[in-house]
T-cell receptor, first 111, second 115 residues
Framework: LAKTTQPISMDSYEGQEVNITCSHNNIATNDYITWYQQFPSQGPRFIIQGYKTKVTNEVASLFIPADRKSSTLSLPRVSLSDTAVYYCLVGSSGSARQLTFGSGTQLTVLP | GAGVSQSPSNKVTEKGKDVELRCDPISGHTALYWYRQSLGQGLEFLIYFQGNSAPDKSGLPSDRFSAERTGGSVSTLTIQRTQQEDSAVYLC?????????????FGPGTRLTVL
C-alpha cells in the first residue's frame, strides 16, 4: 500500500501559481497518481490523474519525475474559489486498498 | 447524467439506535466505496464492493458496521447501536472498471450526528 505524504496547509494569493507536492516513496509499478479536490460539505472531486512525466487538463497540470516517488499538482493563476483541501492518491486499478486519502493539503487563497 | 446520490443528507440519532445510510451509485458503475470523514480529518476507507466479488470489509471499524449492495447497484451502510464517536460525514463513491484507472465519483455525503 503506497503511503502518501503532503503538506498540511499552504497559503497563496489570487493570480499566483500554486504547486502542491506529494511524496509516495513506495509507489508500485502499476500504480497511478490521482489528485482530488474537496470543498467544505462536499465529497471529493477528481482533478487530474497521471502515470509519468506530465499531464495537463483544463484545470491543472501534474508533474511526475522519472522515479515516480513524488508528484506535483500545479494550479495556474489560482482564485479564491480554489480554496479547498487537495488529496493525493496512489494506487492501481481494482486495488481497493489504494483508498488511503490521508489528511490532504488545505490550500487557502487570499485576496 | 445523474451523479452519485446519498440519503439522508443529515441524520441525527440517539446513542444506541441503529441507522441506515443509502447510496445510489452512477448507473453502470460496478465499483462502490464507503468512506467516513470526521470533522477536519481525511477520508477513512470503510468498505469496497466490486461487481459480484466478495466485498473488501477491511476498513470497517467494528462489527457494529455492515454494508450490503443489492443487485449490484444501491448500497446501504448500517451502523448498529450507534456511539457518539460514530458522528461523521459518510461518503459514498462509485467508479467504472471501464475507466482503467478507477476514477471515483463521490456523492454529497450523509452527515451523521449521534447525541
Amino acid at each position: 500500500l503506497a503511503k502518501t505524504t503532503q503538506p498540511i496547509s499552504m497559503d497563496s494569493y489570487e493570480g499566483q501559481e500554486v504547486n502542491i507536492t506529494c511524496s509516495h516513496n513506495n509507489i508500485a509499478t502499476n500504480d497511478y497518481i490521482t489528485w482530488y479536490q474537496q470543498f467544505p460539505s462536499q465529497g471529493p472531486r477528481f482533478i487530474i490523474q497521471g502515470y509519468k512525466t506530465k499531464v495537463t487538463n483544463e484545470v491543472a497540470s501534474l508533474f511526475i519525475p522519472a522515479d515516480r516517488k513524488s508528484s506535483t499538482l500545479s494550479l495556474p493563476r489560482v482564485s479564491l474559489s480554489d480554496t479547498a483541501v487537495y488529496y493525493c492518491l496512489v494506487g492501481s486499478s481494482g486495488s481497493a486498498r489504494q483508498l488511503t486519502f490521508g489528511s490532504g493539503t488545505q490550500l487557502t487563497v487570499l485576496p | 447524467g445523474a451523479g452519485v446520490s446519498q440519503s439522508p443528507s443529515n441524520k441525527v440519532t440517539e446513542k444506541g439506535k441503529d441507522v441506515e445510510l443509502r447510496c445510489d451509485p452512477i448507473s453502470g458503475h460496478t465499483a462502490l466505496y464507503w468512506y467516513r470523514q470526521s470533522l477536519g480529518q481525511g477520508l477513512e476507507f470503510l468498505i469496497y464492493f466490486q461487481g459480484n466479488s466478495a466485498p473488501d470489509k477491511s476498513g470497517l471499524p467494528s462489527d457494529r458496521f455492515s454494508a450490503e449492495r443489492t443487485g449490484g447497484s444501491v448500497s446501504t451502510l448500517t451502523i448498529q447501536r450507534t456511539q457518539q464517536e460514530d458522528s461523521a460525514v459518510y461518503l459514498c463513491a462509485s467508479s467504472s472498471r471501464r475507466e482503467r484507472t478507477d476514477t471515483q465519483y463521490f456523492g454529497p455525503g450523509t452527515r451523521l450526528t449521534v447525541l
